[in-house]
């Protein structure tokens, strides 16, 4: 295939969708699928078989359409009409959509999401353009949308330091977690010597509540794969992989639909698009450690090895895989590279904030109305997120805290909802972006509880081969369920301070040396919380059960709690437990406190 064929093959497409009277977009993301889309999708295509409307009638199943809460989501497309989105639909709403909307022309009103709904209004669709209206299996639907002629013009108008010079440009910065220059590093890659060199794809996306990678990977695979291919011509390489965690079939599934379309048309293999350029690109499936998205462990996992961090220099990009310089940039971050090239590096850097450029994903989860996948502006508030667009938070609870950049990441609380969100920004918070999960909690949440919810993760996924993180993650994690079960002691907070500091500065990667920063952003907007739990053995969230009982509390009560449980027949351990009523959150203080005994 050459560009006149890509051009043809688009205007085919292009024909054939405009043939239909009326569209019905189906999204078949995993949070749909996951409530029901699969069924909802089943009766649409049985409503139309049965009205014998498939000629006017197309059924596109597509990708994420954005507010998965609201799921399964269907959008009617009628030509010369608005879109109407529908909220979640069930097989018997699917059917009316189709013999009342499709057909009859009158909407079901009930089910229709609110066309003014601030969810969509403050986004800007940049590397989401696709996500929701194409269907991602088709080569010919992301075609249509202009798909491959960002490669077609780099291979046949650039040269490749032109296309590192024009990612430098547009400010693009990695977006898997610690914003490195997109365009410098393409450049280090290009200019390393080396008879191979090597692109991956990052999609391992361990982060508790993040899904932005997922999302791209299932609904625009194409887009990823040609960010990856533009990738492979600037830096010289002739192979490319993209790494995606095990968890997510449905995206390896499409992802390799996709490579294999590509391939059979010449969009991907060798001499792409009629040129002197080769590039294959392979799918690797990882079993689901948070560490495998480390880069080095990742290489070492790609490799057939155990996956497990080097220490660095050298970087990937001088010594990779096999020891070859290696290009790895996330998933999001190719996810960039087609609009970036398509209207240019200024028009690209003209969005965003100074030293943050473009937009950027965002998972949206926990207390707000609507939880979604969310694409931003750089320097959007916080508030703005989840006010405006998440609908704010439920059941007129206050705000109390976002978590941004999972357990690498640190919690943004209420006096800043007006920070607006950026590399710069969210460090100076104690934060970090992150890769883009964001979980709003609301006043209900305990702070301690929630840094032993990420300390719990970090201890659990840490690869044990160094010890600060090996020991320090568990260290840390006794110290806050201690707090979190009213045992600790005063000395415990420096103590947990300490190990912060000691296993940030000497981990071996980046797992160990940002595990801690959860503890230390929760210390500094709420340290009075951790204080209550440890002096005062209460949690006003009502959160934490302070099943173990202070010291000197046990002496004096225990003669009675013992006859009360002989009296009850129970075991005398039983009596040991702090009865139920005083595990509420309303417990007072004992009288006596265990570190003073
Ligand atoms: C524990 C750990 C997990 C990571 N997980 C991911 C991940 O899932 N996806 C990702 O792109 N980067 C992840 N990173 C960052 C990568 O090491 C690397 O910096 C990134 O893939 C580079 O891509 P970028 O420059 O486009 O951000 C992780 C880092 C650490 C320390
Ligand atoms: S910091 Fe933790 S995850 Fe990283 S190498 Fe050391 S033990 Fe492994």
Known sequence: MNRADLKAMAQREQDRQKSFRCRLLCCASTPCLSSGATAVQQALEEAVAAHKVDAEVAIVSTGCMGPCSRGPMVTVQMQGQDDVHYENVTPDIARRIVEEHAIGNQPVNEKIMPSDLPFFAKQTKVVLTNSGVIDPERLEDYVAREGYSALAYVLREMKPDEVCAEISKSGLRGRGGAGYPAGLKWDLVRKAPGEKKYVIANGDEGDPGAYMDRTLMESDPHRVLEGVAIAGYAVGADQGYVYVRGEYPVAAKRLEKAIRAAERRGLLGSRVLDSSFSFRIDIRIGAGAFVCGEETALMQSVMGRRGQPVPRP??????????????????????????????????????????????????????????????????????EIVYDIGGGIPGDRQFKAAQTGGPSGGCIPAEHLDTPMDYEHLKALGSIMGSGGLIVMDD??????????????????????????????????????????????????????????????????????????????????????????????????????????????????????????????????????????????????????????
Not at 338 to 348: K, L, R, S
Request: aromatic content about 6%; overall charge neutral.
């Open 314 to 383: 050298p970087f990937p990009a001088q010594s990779g895989l096999w020891g070859y310089p290696t290009l790895i940039n996330n998933v999001e971050t190719f996810g960039s590279i087609v609009p970036i090239i398509e209207n240019g590096a200024e028009w690209y850097a003209g969005g965003g904030t100074e030293k943050s450029r473009g937009t950027k994903i965002f998972a949206l989860a926990g207390k707000v109305n609507t939880t979604g996948l969310i694409e931003v502006p750089m320097g959007i508030t916080l508030r």
């Open 444 to 597: 209900a949440s305990c702070m301690p509880d929630v840094a032993k919810f990420f300390m719990d993760f970090c201890a659990d996924e840490s690869c044990g081969k160094c010890v600060p993180c090996r020991v320090g993650t568990v260290q840390m994690l006794r110290i806050l369920q201690r707090i979190t079960n009213g045992s600790a002691t005063p000395e415990d907070l420096d103590t947990l301070q300490e190990l912060c500091i000691m296993v940030r500065e000497t981990s071996l990667c980046g797992l160990g040396q940002s595990a801690p920063n959860p503890i230390l952003s929760t210390l500094r907007y709420f340290r009075e919380e951790y204080e209550e739990h440890v002096n005062q053995h209460k949690c006003s969230a009502g959160v934490c059960q302070f099943t173990e009982v202070p010291v000197m509390e046990l002496i004096e009560e225990l003669p009675r709690r013992i006859q009360a449980s002989k009296a009850a027949s129970g075991p005398v351990e039983t009596a040991l437990k702090r009865p139920p009523d005083k595990a509420q959150r309303s417990s007072p203080a004992p009288k006596i406190k265990a570190s003073k005994g």
